[in-house]
């Protein structure tokens, strides 16, 4: 099928050669078994032209997106055009089983309510009356609910949690219907994080098929691939936190009050539940000062006692649970097993020399990772010696027109060149960059690191943001410099000014929407938001967005790299910012009609020579210098 027919269903549809080329290559990758890359400009209409072609390929297809934001997009908007058309395919939609009510926890939770937040006992009411309405169990029908409703892990079940066909419910489970309604499909939509923790499962030692969340499939497409890669890398480590201990601990005390007789399995849960944190505080000595730190071999020695206390204590909550008859203690049981053998990674000085390890200081609970360093390998292992098509698009691959970063970050290259059959494109965006869009690049800034950036920045915003009365992203790189410009500035701007982290995210959008605003925010905005319209008119972007080299994961990579005596800054870093600038710089213009400016106040687009890199993979658009050549632009 031609995607000329989609003007049958689409009223005003018009042909776009960049979208029919992207079909045919998707086309040509799911027939031949290839992998396929594909940079799909803003406006091409990227998903119909991969979703056209899984649906009719005769394969069993998995479509990965980047968020569950987007998995929706594609049931709400794009799959009722497949059946408009009549593709005679069947869909289905997957997403984590935390997104799912578990109607044997909110039993259970239901006949002893207790809210360690008090004022979400009020939303009992509502959430109890759509459990007995509700066809899918999906959190994301209430749409009033909290994003971080506390109450929501007592109403859905964790693989740690879960009894599977043992349970009691499991004929109406909402996880196991949807992976029943998978099984059967022909397409199924997925998101990157539960794509790759099923991909981790499946292909683990200890991981078996009966596991699995995902039925066998032919072929994978991501889409918004440029997120792969961290992804991948988070789900093929070792995660082991306070968190985790704590919440064994109480999961262990709730189910023993009911079903063990006699206090030996209760005392040590209870002492799970006091001690557990006693590790992870000595472990906090390595810390560096920031939120993220390298481990050191060595680092976690003074520690050593404490974990050594830790995994005994939980090998005998293990043990005590062992000879009980009952499947929820047994779950608990392997639970505690799995814990000891983190606990047991986290011991040993000799390293994976492939992993790296590093500690993250965050919501008042310290979380330690072993994670892979470089995901090529991984890939190539698990993924693309396991099936035949893959294909990858994104609105942001290229790095100055060419797509070889990305391939070589994903393993489908190196430097002897392609390392599996792979075909890829570059295609350009319809929308009128060039008369639509300005970049505007500031005569004189001082450098980023100087005390004087943020005033500079404030000045420079004085100057700009009255030239599209508002209707202004003001993206940062670091919080700290947000919070410090926007104190310069809240006080004397005459819109309604935002701060990320006021309100949750979604309610920010919705009020900027309504009337002309200024929203300061940092890089969660940079990407995966679409404000169509005169609403966002202007994208001001304080610093070119280098990864900080102190990130544990960047400072491991650019050590491989220099031990491989490649150039680390140029052959990583500066295109990982360019792309990053690119998300940015894709929040202006979001249809053919808008048109706007985008300001990058970093002087190093000027004055360094790898400036222009950055400059050449942004679209070509035209590049102002001053606020007067800015508004001239504005106002022709």
């Given at each position: 099928m031609e995607?000329?027919?989609l003007s049958r269903v689409l009223p005003g549809y018009e042909r776009r050669e960049s979208q029919q080329q992207m079909m045919h290559v998707v086309q040509a990758a799911l027939a031949k078994g290839e992998a396929a890359v594909v940079e799909a400009g803003t406006g091409t209409g990227k998903t119909l032209a991969y979703l056209l072609p899984a649906a009719q390929s005769g394969l069993k297809v998995v479509v990965s997106t980047a968020t569950k934001t987007l998995q929706e997009q594609l049931a709400d908007?794009?799959?009722?055009?497949?059946?408009?058309?009549?593709v005679d395919a069947k869909v289905a939609f997957l997403k984590g089983r935390q997104n799912y009510l578990c109607l044997q926890r909110f039993e259970q939770f239901e006949k002893n309510p207790t809210f360690a937040v008090r004022d979400e006992a009020a939303l009992f009411e509502g959430i109890s009356d759509w459990s007995r309405k509700t066809v899918t169990g999906d959190r994301a029908e209430l749409s009033e609910l909290p994003e971080n409703l506390a109450a929501w892990r007592d109403l859905s079940a964790s693989a740690d949690q879960c009894l599977?066909?043992?349970?009691?419910?499991?004929?109406?489970?909402?996880?196991?219907?949807?992976?029943?309604?998978?099984?059967?499909?022909?397409?199924?939509?997925?998101?990157?994080?539960?794509?790759?923790?099923?991909?981790?499962?499946?292909?683990?030692?200890?991981?078996?098929?009966?596991?699995?969340v995902l039925p066998r499939y032919d072929a994978v497409i991501f889409d918004e691939a440029h997120a792969v890669e961290e992804v991948a890398t988070e789900h093929f480590g070792a995660q082991l936190s306070s968190f985790k201990v704590s919440e064994l601990a109480r999961d262990a005390l709730k189910t023993l009050q009911s079903r063990v007789k006699g206090l030996g399995p209760r005392d040590l849960a209870a002492r799970l539940l006091r001690e557990g944190g006693d590790f992870f505080t000595a472990a906090m000595a390595s810390s560096t000062g920031d939120s993220r730190w390298v481990l050191l071999p060595g680092a976690l020695k003074p520690a050593e006692?404490?974990?050594?206390?830790?995994?005994d204590l939980v090998q005998s909550l293990g043990a005590a649970l062992s000879n009980e008859d009952d499947d929820e203690l047994a779950l608990l049981e392997r639970r505690c097993l799995s814990l000891n053998a983190e606990l047991e990674l986290f011991s040993q000085e000799r390293r994976d020399p492939r992993l790296i390890h590093w500690a993250e200081s965050r919501g008042g609970h310290l979380f330690l990772h072993a994670s892979p360093v470089d995901v090529a390998g991984i890939l190539q292992e698990k993924l693309y010696d396991k099936i035949g098509p893959v294909v990858f698009t994104s609105a942001t691959l290229a790095v100055q027109g060419e797509l070889d970063y990305f391939e070589r970050r994903i393993g489908l290259k190196d430097d002897t060149g392609a390392l599996f059959p792979l075909r890829d494109a570059v295609l350009a965006s319809p929308f009128d960059y060039e008369n639509h869009a300005a970049l505007y690049l500031p005569e004189k800034m001082p450098d980023p690191q100087d005390p004087e950036f943020p005033d500079a920045v404030a000045d420079e915003l004085r100057q700009l943001l009255p030239i599209t009365k508002g209707r202004a992203f003001v993206l940062f790189t670091s919080l700290k410099n947000m919070r410090a410009v926007h104190d310069r500035l809240a006080g004397e701007l005459p819109w309604q000014v935002l701060l990320q982290g006021d309100q949750p995210k979604q309610q920010l959008l919705k009020r900027f929407r309504e009337k002309p605003s200024v929203l300061f925010a940092s890089q969660s905005f940079w990407e995966g938001v679409d404000v169509a319209g005169e609403a966002l008119s202007m994208v001001v972007i304080d610093k070119l967005p280098f990864a900080s080299p102190s990130e544990p994961l960047v400072a491991a990579r650019i050590d491989r790299l220099r031990a491989a005596g490649e150039d680390a800054f140029y052959g990583y870093q500066v295109p990982q910012a360019a792309l990053?600038?690119?998300?940015?710089?894709?929040?202006?213009?979001?249809?053919?009609?808008?048109?706007?400016?985008?300001?990058?106040l970093d002087g190093r687009m000027t004055r360094k020579g790898y400036g222009r890199l950055f400059i050449q993979t942004l679209p070509r658009c035209r590049i102002v210098r001053t606020p007067a050549e800015a508004r001239d632009f504005w106002t022709a």
């Open positions: 995607l000329d027919e908007k794009d799959v009722p055009v497949l059946k408009a058309l009549g599977g066909q043992k349970c009691a419910q499991f004929e109406r489970c909402f996880v196991f219907r949807m992976r029943r309604l998978a099984a059967e499909a022909d397409v199924i939509v997925v998101n990157h994080h539960l794509f790759f923790a099923d991909l981790a499962l499946r292909s683990s030692s200890a991981g078996d098929a009966g596991a699995a006692h404490e974990r050594q206390k830790l995994a990053a600038l690119k998300q940015g710089f894709g929040r202006l213009i979001r249809s053919s009609i808008d048109r706007g400016i985008v300001a990058v």
